[in-house]
């Protein structure tokens, strides 16, 4: 089993920087953080949960929601158990309630039915 707990979230104005947390507790006999991928995904109010952002197991790869690249980092600390999503420039459309998940492959997957375990989310929310 893997417990996530994201924090972070509020009301920002466009343009701001917010960075999203996630912390892990891993309790599966035999595993540890860095055995999982780890990924962002976000939902907004009446549309389907969509993939952020995503990293490999060491932290060395990473893959993004094209639209999102080059304003969003997601990164790890396996040491640590944690993983962050530094969110640069946000907009309106940005709004959504963020999830951390984990899934039990070394490198992220892009589909939310791969990931096994997710936290409850962190609501962001961006005024204009």
């Known amino acids: 089993q893997v417990q996530l707990v994201e924090s972070g979230g509020g009301l920002v104005q466009a343009g701001d920087s917010l960075r999203l947390s996630c912390a892990a507790s891993v309790t599966s006999a035999g595993r540890v953080f860095g055995d999982y991928a780890m990924a962002w995904f976000r939902q907004a109010p009446g549309k389907e949960r969509d993939f952020v952002a995503g990293i490999g197991w060491s932290g060395g790869y990473s893959r993004y929601n094209d639209s999102l690249r080059g304003r969003f980092t997601i990164s790890r600390d396996n040491a640590e158990k944690m993983v962050w999503l530094q969110m640069e420039d946000v907009k309106p459309e940005d709004t959504a309630l963020y999830y951390c998940?984990?899934?039990?492959?070394?490198?992220?997957?892009?589909?939310?039915?791969?990931?096994?375990?997710w936290g409850q989310g962190t609501q962001v929310t961006v005024s204009s």
């Open positions: 998940a984990a899934a039990t492959v070394l490198l992220p997957p892009l589909r939310e039915l791969e990931y096994n375990y």
